[in-house]
């Protein structure tokens, strides 16, 4: 993964993992789901060279935001959207915190969350790739949860969210509101260690104007990690 005597850098292990996940989950014939972030957008890059030198064929893609739609487009891969297809057969994507023993995550760092959970939710099988540093004891270590919200309103919606027992801070652009592919605000909600994240997840979605957050439970059913010295497989508890 690196030069001899050289750590592999995270750039590497990423690629690493993107590596292990098309050698090990696609086949020729698939719907995939394309996933977002840095990770996903090296995923993407390799299974379009790897396709264009003919090894798969008919692969057909759902991307999980614009970003990575116009990615997969101009490296050569079929993207059609979410309805076009009656099920995904695989998803691939990347996650900013992973608790190993459950492989519940948190997403949304880079505001593709909402998407991304539609897109797992028609797959019959996600994958998450990622380096070690995402592994966490806990949820909510070292990441704040997104929760996209609509406009109207978010003040309200931000005092509900602290009453949960979080600091909401407002996700900005360019000293503007940061907008989702579907025109809605995000809320980075930093909150103590999870204890129980379903709960939570529950809990923040029955806030009225939430549209969707980043607590990813029972979605993953694979989470490749690349190491120092290895790639490898969790295995759930």
């Known amino acids: 993964m690196s030069q001899a005597g050289q750590p592999p850098s995270q750039q590497q292990l990423k690629l690493a993992a993107a590596i292990y996940a098309i050698e090990t989950f696609v086949q020729s014939g698939m719907h995939i789901g394309l996933g977002s972030g840095s990770t996903s957008e090296l995923f993407v890059e390799e299974l379009a060279r790897r396709t264009n030198a003919g090894q798969y064929f008919n692969l057909v893609t759902v991307a999980t935001s614009q970003k990575v739609a116009a990615l997969a487009q101009t490296f050569g891969l079929s993207v059609v959207e979410l309805d076009d297809v009656p099920r995904l057969d695989l998803v691939v994507d990347g ?3 992973i608790e190993p023993r459950s492989f519940a995550l948190i997403k949304g760092r880079g505001g593709a969350l909402l998407r991304e959970k539609l897109v797992a939710s028609a797959a ?13 004891t806990r ?6 949860i997104p929760v996209e919200v609509v406009s109207f309103g978010w003040h309200h919606i931000a005092s509900r969210l602290r009453a949960l027992g979080c600091d909401p801070i407002l996700r900005l652009r360019n000293d503007k509101p940061y907008l989702t592919d579907s025109s809605n605000y995000i809320l980075d909600c930093r909150f103590a260690p999870i204890t129980d994240p379903a709960g939570l997840s529950v809990a923040i979605k029955n806030i ?3 549209v969707e957050h980043g607590l990813f439970i029972g979605l993953a059913g694979r989470v490749v990690i690349a190491a120092q010295d290895q790639v490898y497989e969790l295995k759930t508890s």
């Open 208 to 210: 009225v104007g939430v």
């Open 95 to 97: 996650a900013d915190e």
């Open 139 to 144: 949820l909510g270590e070292k990441m704040p």
């Open 124 to 136: 019959l099988l996600e994958v998450i790739i990622a380096d070690e540093s995402k592994l966490v």
